[in-house]
C-alpha cells in the first residue's frame, strides 16, 4: 500500500522544510518545490536518508509566475498518487508603504503570496473532490487580520490569503474537505538573519509544523478552521 502525500510548496526551508520533516517522520511521501534545485537535491537525500522509507519528489519551479505553478501541478498529478494534504507555503515579504513602496511590489506579492496557493488549489483540488477527503492548508500570517506600518503589500496579499481560505473553506464543506488558515507570528526562518534578538522572541518552525499536524490528525467530524501563533513574549 503507497503511503499517503503530501504536497508542500516552498518546502527547503523554514517552515515548508519542517512541515516535510514533520509529515516524513510519520510516514508521509512527499511532493515538493521551490526556486534553486541545489536547495532541492540536498533535501530529497537528507530526508530519504533519515526516512528510509519516504520518497521525497521534486521539480524546480518559481511559483510566482502562473505556468510555472501549473507546471508543479502537472507533475504532481502525474504522480498518480492521492493527494492527503496540501500545504501552500510558497511566499516572501518586502518591507515597505503602500505611498512610497516599489513600483510592481504589490503585483510580486500577489502573485507570489495569493495567485501561488490560488492555481495550485485549482489544479489539485479536484481529486480531493473525487475521493471526498483531503485537507488544505494555507500559511497566511498574523498580518492577514492585523495590518502594521512598513507591511504594505505584504499585509494586502496575506490579507487576501486568508479570504480565499475562508472561501475555500465554505466550499469544500460538501465534499469531507478540511480547510484551514495557518497564522503565524514571527518564526526563525532565514527572513530574519541578521536580526540581532534572542531566539525566544521567535516562534519556531517546528511550532507551525506541529501546528499543522495536530489539526490533520482530528478526527474526520471536527476541523480546526484557523490556528494563530505568535511569539510567547508577544510580536516584534
Given at each position: ?92 515579504f518586502v518591507p515597505g508603504q503602500i505611498h512610497s513602496e516599489a513600483e510592481g511590489q504589490l503585483e510580486l506579492m500577489i502573485n507570489t503570496n495569493l495567485y ?40 494586502i496579499s496575506k490579507f487576501a490569503l486568508y479570504g480565499m481560505t475562508k472561501v475555500l473553506r465554505e466550499e469544500m464543506k460538501a465534499y469531507n474537505i478540511k ?58
Open positions: 500500500m503507497p503511503n499517503k502525500l503530501i504536497v508542500v510548496t516552498g518546502g527547503t526551508k523554514g517552515i515548508g522544510r519542517a512541515i516535510i520533516e514533520k509529515f516524513a517522520a510519520q510516514g508521509f511521501d512527499i511532493a515538493t518545490t521551490a526556486r534553486k534545485l541545489d536547495n532541492l537535491q540536498e533535501l530529497k537525500l537528507d530526508i530519504e536518508t533519515r526516512f528510509a522509507n519516504v520518497n521525497l519528489n521534486f521539480i524546480a519551479a518559481d511559483l510566482s509566475v502562473k505556468s510555472e505553478v501549473e507546471k508543479f501541478g502537472k507533475f504532481v498529478l502525474d504522480l498518480e498518487q492521492p493527494i492527503q494534504i496540501l500545504v501552500n507555503n510558497t511566499g516572501f501561488s496557493a490560488y492555481y495550485l488549489s485549482r489544479a489539485l483540488i479536484n481529486g480531493m473532490i473525487v475521493q471526498k477527503s483531503g485537507h488544505v492548508f494555507n500559511i497566511c500570517s498574523t498580518a492577514s487580520t492585523m495590518p502594521y506600518v512598513n507591511g504594505g503589500s505584504y499585509c480547510v484551514t488558515a495557518i497564522l503565524p507570528g514571527a518564526t526563525k526562518t532565514a527572513s530574519w538573519d541578521g536580526v540581532n534578538l534572542p531566539d525566544e522572541r521567535f516562534v519556531k518552525a517546528s511550532d507551525v509544523s506541529e501546528a499543522i499536524f495536530s489539526a490533520y490528525s482530528l478526527s474526520a467530524s471536527a476541523t480546526i478552521e484557523e490556528i494563530l501563533i505568535r511569539p510567547q513574549l508577544g510580536d516584534i
